[in-house]
């Protein structure tokens, strides 16, 4: 956001609307946040606060009835907010590729592992049937899968969790992409899996020279991976810059709290922020977090805070 020479990926402003018969959800309100080329930037907040609708917007994988009512989002300077799905399918994979929480699901369950690999090398480098297969053995080599010429043919169920990442991990980098999304890649795993997950998805990207955005409700996990974060809340960016800055010295009322709710206190019980995250029924007129901030006063409910660059970070709060 300060270098926009750098900037792979630039979100500015973003406002979605998602539609039914009876109601309409603006689950993206302003969303604004940048993406530098080779950088580890980590999207944090609680569930509900727009993180992987925000990745969708990115990526073009939004549901049906879901649209981009203002703003733009640009690649290397290009809107493609507009771009038809033909256009994205030669981005996906290509320039931006995804894997999601649970790698399995994501994977053709009646296709070998190997055959989805080389099927999306094929497609966006155009080489033959013999050269993708054996670039898709080499991927999952790579990423550390034994026998990989065996495993190749095997399918999604005859692989272990940790070795469906590893090739749902595979795919995703098999055409070099400049951007991995990783959405939630260690909900659900112990610490020592957590771990190795972060360390395989932040060594690859680090090789390939691409950037990450991980995606996740679990601040603590991104201090050892990432060089920028964004803290989201109510579909917007509360506050976004360097890493160590933000962990060390917050200063939204939101991450601070959110910083404080993974430490342990005296008692070694985990502190909570009082309340939950709201569904976005209507366009917000203040702050998403003021109904439980303990900085709001009256004037935080009816004007939206922009954000502002206030220590060495930028942040959207009208009382720094």
């Keep these: 956001m300060v270098n926009k020479k750098n900037e792979f990926i630039e979100l500015n402003n973003v406002k979605l609307v998602i539609s039914s018969k009876n109601k309409k959800l603006y689950p993206l309100q302003g969303v604004t946040f940048s993406i530098p080329?080779?950088?580890?930037?980590?999207?944090?907040?609680?569930?509900?606060?727009?993180?992987?609708?925000?990745a969708a917007s990115i990526i073009g994988m939004l549901p049906s009835n879901a649209e981009i009512i203002e703003g733009n989002i640009l690649m290397n300077g290009s809107n493609i907010v507009n771009l038809s799905e033909k256009e994205f399918q030669q981005i996906r994979g290509k320039e931006i590729s995804i894997i999601f929480q649970n790698p399995?699901?994501?994977?053709?369950?009646?296709?070998?592992?190997?055959?989805?690999?080389?099927?999306?090398?094929?497609?966006?480098?155009?080489?033959?049937?013999?050269?993708?297969?054996?670039?898709?053995?080499?991927?999952?080599?790579?990423?550390?899968?034994?026998?990989?010429?065996?495993?190749?043919?095997?399918?999604?169920?005859?692989?272990?969790?940790?070795?469906?990442?590893?090739?749902?991990?595979?795919?995703?980098?098999?055409?070099?992409?400049?951007?991995?999304?990783?959405?939630?890649?260690?909900?659900?795993?112990?610490?020592?899996?957590?771990?190795?997950?972060?360390?395989?998805?932040?060594?690859?990207?680090?090789?390939?020279?691409?950037?990450?955005?991980?995606?996740?409700?679990?601040?603590?996990?991104?201090?050892?991976?990432?060089?920028?974060?964004?803290?989201?809340?109510?579909?917007?960016?509360?506050?976004?810059?360097?890493?160590?800055?933000?962990?060390?010295?917050?200063?939204?009322?939101?991450?601070?709290?959110?910083?404080?709710?993974?430490?342990r206190s005296k008692n070694n019980r985990m502190t909570t922020i009082p309340g939950s995250v709201k569904p976005l029924v209507d366009e917000l007129k203040g702050c998403p977090f003021a109904p439980r901030c303990y900085k709001a006063e009256k004037d935080c409910y009816n004007q939206l805070p922009s954000l502002s660059f206030v220590k060495k970070r930028f942040v959207a709060c009208s009382k720094l």
């Design 104 to 263: 399995k699901e994501s994977l053709n369950p009646i296709i070998s592992v190997g055959n989805q690999i080389a099927e999306v090398i094929r497609v966006h480098e155009k080489i033959s049937r013999k050269e993708s297969i054996n670039k898709a053995i080499q991927s999952l080599e790579l990423l550390g899968i034994s026998s990989p010429a065996k495993r190749f043919e095997d399918f999604p169920h005859q692989y272990s969790g940790g070795m469906a990442q590893r090739a749902a991990l595979a795919m995703a980098m098999a055409c070099r992409p400049s951007l991995l999304i990783a959405d939630e890649p260690t909900s659900g795993l112990d610490a020592t899996l957590q771990q190795q997950v972060l360390e395989l998805l932040s060594n690859q990207v680090q090789e390939q020279e691409s950037s990450l955005l991980l995606i996740t409700h679990d601040i603590s996990v991104v201090g050892a991976t990432c060089e920028q974060v964004s803290i989201m809340y109510g579909g917007r960016i509360m506050e976004f810059g360097d890493t160590k800055t933000i962990l060390n010295n917050p200063v939204h009322p939101y991450t601070i709290k959110l910083i404080e709710s993974f430490r």
């Design 37 to 54: 080329h080779n950088t580890k930037v980590a999207l944090v907040g609680e569930s509900g606060s727009g993180k992987s609708l925000t």
